[in-house]
Structures are given as C-alpha cells and as structure tokens.
C-alpha cells in the first residue's frame, strides 16, 4: 500500500503542484481545499500523513491541528504545516497545538518528499 | 512540460477568482460596509496569490504581494485602523497587483515606477507599526551541508541523551523514524536506559519513560542532529556530549542544543518546484515601460464571465451519454423509416425535431470541454519573440481568431507542434533583415497565427510573409537524401509536402534553433494523432502558409465503413490514403501467405484484416481484392484487404478497454445507426505488426466477433 498523504490548502494551484509532486513520487495524494472539509476528508480517507496550510477560510491549519489532535479524532499520525509564515510565534503555537512539522512555501519538492518520509517511515 | 504548464495555467485562472475576491472586499471596505470575514477575505486572497507566485519564481509579483499582505495582516490584527485613505491605498495596490499578474502571465512589461510608489505608500502604515517586517524570507535556505567553508573535520563521535516526552508521541512524531533518519547520516549506535520503567503495577502505558542514549559518529555530527531534531525542539530533551569528555565527568560539560535563532532553518529549500518551463523573468525591467505598460482598470479584472468549475470526468461522462443518445436517435429514426407508418408523417416530424435537439445537445456539450485558444497563441507569442533574439531577426506575431474554440486535449496537444512550426518560420521562413529590405520588404518580418471554424472542423494557419519555400533546394536535399528519385517528376504542391517525409530537415548547418534532427514530420505526426491534416501553400517572395485542419473534438471521428467476413468496421479516415481495387498483375505473392501489392513502384504489404482479426469466415477471391491503403503515423504503409467499403461517415468512439481489454489491431469501438456494434482498426497496429512479418498464426477459437445489439 502507498503512503497516503492528505493535503488540506485553499489554493489550487497548491493542491494541484503537491499533487504532482507526491503522486510523482508514488504517494497517493486526496486534497481539501478548507479546514472543514480538510478534517471529514481525514476521517474517510484515514491517511498516513497531513499536510496543511494555515491560512484558509472556514477553519484554519491551526483549527484543523486542533480538531484532529483533539478527543474527537485523537490521531497521531503525522502533520505537516505547509504555509508562507514563517514566525516563530505561529510555529509554537502550531507545535503546542500538535503539529508534527512545519515547511515553509515554497516548498522544495525533493525536501517536501523527504520531511514525508522521514515522518512517516515509509519508503 | 505540459504538466507544468497546466499547474501555470491554472494558477492564473486561481488569481483571477482571487482578483475577485479582493476586489469584492476592498469594495465592501470602501462601501464601509464589511462583512465580519472581509478583511480575512481580502488577507486570504492576496496571500493565495504570493503563495502560488512563489512557486513559479514570479518574485516581483511575491515581494509586491508581501508587502501588501503585510498591510493586511496589521489591519486584520486591528494594529492598523482602516481610514478612506488606507482603503484607497489598498484599492490602488490592489490595481498594481492585477496588473502583476496580467504582466507575469503575459510576460508583458511591468510598470515599475508605479509599483515603487505604491510599496512606499504601503512601507507607511507597516513602518508606522513598530514592528516592521522581517524582509521577505523567501531566500533559499537549503538543507544540503555544502555551504561549510572549511574542509569539514573527519568523523567526530558525539553522545546523545535523547529523551521524549508525552508530547513527542502525541505530535505524530516516532523516536525510531528520527534515530533512523539518524543512522542513515552517519553511524549510530543505539542504547536504552528503562531504569524509569515504572513497576508494572504503576505502569501508565502513555507516559514515556524510555531514554536512548545515542553515540553517532559523523561530520559535524551536532548540526545533523540539529537538523534532524528540529521538529522535536521543546517537546524532549536532547543532551549532546562530545565523546572525550563523556569519559570523564558526564555531568558537567552537557551541552543542551539551543533552538537556532529565529528564522530557524527552514525544510523549505530553495523555492524550485519542479517547473520545468524555466519562464523568463515576468519583467524585462525598462525605465520607458512605464509609459506603454497597460494601466490595469480596476474595472477589467472584475468584469470577468462567471464560470463554474467542474471535473472533467463528469463533463466526459456527460459527452459519452450524449453520443450514447444521439446513435439511439438514429436507432429510432431508422426502426420508424423501416415501419413505414401510414399517417400524415407527424412522427417523422417530431422526430425531425428530436434529432435536431439531440444535435444541439451534443454540440453545448462539446462546446464544455472547449477551450478558447488565446493562451496558447500568448505563448506562441513568447516563442516567437525568443526565436527572433535567437536569429537576429525582427519578427512580430499577429495572432487571429484567438476565441476560436477548441477541445481542451486538443490545444494542449498542439502546442508542441505550433512551438516547432513558429521557430521553422523565423528560422527557414523570414529572410534576413539585410534581404528583406534589398527585397523591398519591411524590416521586421510578420507571422500570421490563425484560429477559425471551417465546416465543423478548426482550421489553423501559420502564415509567413517570407521569402516562400526554395522548391529546388528542397529538391535537391529530397534527392541527395534518397527520399525521392532524381528521375521523379514532382509538382509544386508534391514538392512542398517532401518537408514532411521523415529525415528531411532543410537547414545543412543545424541551426541551434529549429534544427535538431527532429523535422516537419513530427509536426505532421502530432497533427494526425489529433486526427487532423496538415497542408502547405507557398508562393515565392511572398512566404509561406502551413494550415492545420483539426477536428472539434477527440470524441468523434471520421472513418470509412468496411465490411470483413459478417462484421463491420471503421477505418479512421485520417490514416487512409486511398482505396483501390486492385489488377491481380499488382498483387505479388512472398512466401507462404504474404501478399504485396505493387502501387506506383513501391511494394505494400497486404494484410488481411480477417486473417489478422482472427475472424472465421470464407476465402476472398484473389482477383477480387477489395484494399484500402493507409498509413499509420510512423508513415509505414500497408493495404487492408477487405470484403467491401461501405461509407464514410462520423461515428462516436467508445473504449473497449474497459469490456474487452486490449485488443491487439482494434483501438476503440463504435455504435451504427442499427444499433451494431463496430469495432475500429487500430492502423498503426495493423501495419507495425505486418512489419514485423512473419504474421502470427491466431488460433481460431480466438473469434472477436461481438455481439450483435
């Protein structure tokens, strides 16, 4: 089985590169362009990582870290923050919220690859 | 490429709808009228368009959009208090970076002067926030050790405490994956020390309790573990020890890795997503630009045509169903014919109406997956400008018919060909300025790129207004090159189509730009795996028009009927040269059972379509060869031996794949008027594998006779 990667951002044109890029490198890739449908996508696709940006209507990276780390989904698997922030501020609070990484756009495709892997121990 | 490409093209579609969007906020924001979410909104929207202009380079458009968002950011931090000036400021930059986006996508000029004004403005309300920016950190920060000046010092051994807390776990992080990451840097040797192991009976399975002691030898090992630790900062600790001192006290020379000083290093490398399209810098900075570049209206970007984006699975899906209806109207309109009803002819007349409808059905559908052919003739204009540098020459593109439209696969498809076409026009087509002017021509050659529909077909020219094709020098290359004999007796229009044969390129010196071993066939080949025809028309002094004539969409095609053993097929007409009966003095018998046919001196194989197909049925009568020669794209030819030809007539073209799998010698099925099934001919397939001769046996019981609906 492929690794599964979710990725949650608003653009799509970010959608669309990432998922060019990971299905390149042989994941298999779902997207959602929001929060909310970032974290019922998590819960019907069970993916092995996530990835998210931060700023995206509806509900935020930070919202969606908080839901899928919180009592409801209490999931461990990874999350990747994929943003343009690149404050210290935000990455703490994404980390104290339960965030597993941070990458900042625009991302390199190889080292995207790699963060992946690295978290996820596949391939 | 083309995949690039496309995340380009979409990218610009995205700012347009983000365009929108920030116009819609900043109008509401001027109105004084917001919404709770419009400053968000408008925040939003900006942001998008810096983030997806990072990822292809467009760094005027990042650095412009960053200082905006900035502004943004502070007023939806309320550090900002919006006033009509700021909203104005907001509006005007909001103009600027439409105009950004316009000028990155049509690589036009940018309008620097303004885009200065504007930043200083903005650089007001951010500078009057102490806390300005940091610059935009957008440098690359790559993770690979190469920067070290010095020669890095052979292996070091360092010990690592390394002890994860609850947090470590709860994030999605694994001490295993990062001591692997770990070991794959260098050499790791791993212990653990559980003396924290609670007593089973106190043993509280969440809470970690395990500490790896770690002894890694590497380069520079510390700023590896700095690398790989980096997502773990603050949620374990993490106790370096050089190895020597180790062995002395363990206590005192610890050495906690401090977090790296803000902006921490960044995975995000260099900012190279994979584009392979290297676009030129969206600006060739001119201080005279100011005055030609084009004052984006606030106005343009919004007055765009609302539209709805859909999967295109769903809209071909839509496509075969209607295919579907329109055959099972020609299905009914033949049963009712075959009836012969008495009446006032009522029925035949609403069903008149019926067929007239499902025409119009089919065509709004099709006209869903097309496209205008706008952006690629913007491109070709791009191409054009870069081949002119290349040569020397002054050349400008006039494009027509830009909102011609065309199927989606069709124009990307196309745009390799056309790139291939507009450089052999600069290069072979334009005379040399020193020539066109003894010829009493403009300095700066013209090519003409043209879209219009003609009788349901998208006819495309390339015209030049050059010195037309050299016919005796392309003679001569023809000859020398083997591809015609000198004895051969060829007219203008034969002479102009040998541009096309494979291995034909006129320039002798290989010029860098259009000369590269490929030639004018694979433009032609490209063309015909559309289903299109390509053809030229030259007049000498006046230049050169290459036409292209396509079909609408891939979803029909035109084929001839043929008819073999009890089963009717399609030929697609675009590989079909001619149809022939032919004497029994031009039919040769090689080996066993190969046939060629003699056509004007050059030898065909026959195949036999029945025979290939594994079809069970009669022998044909030698003397009575029914053969239908086409050529499949690598320009090989054969002749299909069938029983009759029937007609010629558009059919829709269903998979078989999914029903059948593949099927050797058959690319696709199609549904007749009677509700038959036909299959298509894959010519390509036929010919390769007559090629390949001898032709395999096909067992018999391999019968492809479908059923009959």
Known sequence: MNTSVLAIDDSRTIRMLLQQVLEQAGFDVHCAEDGVEGVSKFEAVNPDVVITDINMPNMDGFGVISRLRGEEVKTVVPIL?????????????????????WIVKPFDDVALVQVIRRVTGHG | MAESDDIRTMFFEECNDLMDALFEGLQLLEDDTPEEDTVNAVFRAVHSIKGGAGAFKLDELVSFAHKFETVLDELRADRLTRDPALVQTMLRAADHLAHLVEASQSQGEINVERGETLLAELDVYVASNADADAEVVFEPMALNFGGLEVEPPSEVTINIRFCPFEKLYFNGHDPLLLMDALGSLGTLIVDIDHDAIAPFDDYAPETPTLTFLLTFSADDPERIVEEVFEFVEGICTIEVTPQEAQDETVAEEIQTIEPPDAPEPEIAAAPQVAVADQEEPPAKREASASTNAKPAQRGEAVAVQPTLRVELDKVDRLINTVGELIINQAMISQRIDMLDLPGDGELESDMADYKLLARELQEGVMSIRAQPVKPLFQRMARITREAGDATGKSVRLVTGGENTEVDKTVIERLADPLTHMIRNAVDH???????????????????????????????????????GLNRDRILDIAINKGLVSRESDLTDPEIDMLLFLPGFSTNSEVSELSGRGVGMDVVKTAVQALGGRISIASTPGKGTTFSIVLPLTLAVMDGIVISVADETMIVPITAVIETLRPKKSEVFQLGADQNLLLIRGEYV?????????????????????????????????????????????????????????????????????????????DTDHLTKVEKMAPPPQLPPQQDLRVPHG
């Open chain 1, 81 to 101: 923050v994929l943003t343009t922030e690149n404050s210290s501020d935000l990455k703490t609070r994404a980390r104290d919220l339960g965030a597993t990484g």
């Open chain 2, 429 to 467: 087509g334009l005379e040399s300025r020193e020539d066109r002017v003894a010829a009493g021509k403009p300095e700066t050659g013209e090519i003409l790129l043209s879209a219009s529909h003609k009788s349901g077909n998208v006819m495309i020219e390339i015209a030049d207004d050059g010195a």
């Open chain 2, 605 to 681: 194989p026959i195949v036999d379509v029945q025979k290939k197909l594994g079809i069970v049925g009669g022998e044909k009568e030698q003397d009575q060869l029914v053969l239908v020669l086409v050529e499949s794209v690598d320009h090989s030819r054969c002749a299909l031996c069938v029983d009759a030809i029937h007609d010629q007539r558009q059919v829709v073209i269903k998979a078989v794949g999914g029903n059948y799998g593949d099927i050797p010698g058959v690319s696709a099925a199609t549904i007749l008027g009677n509700g038959k099934i036909a299959l298509i001919l």
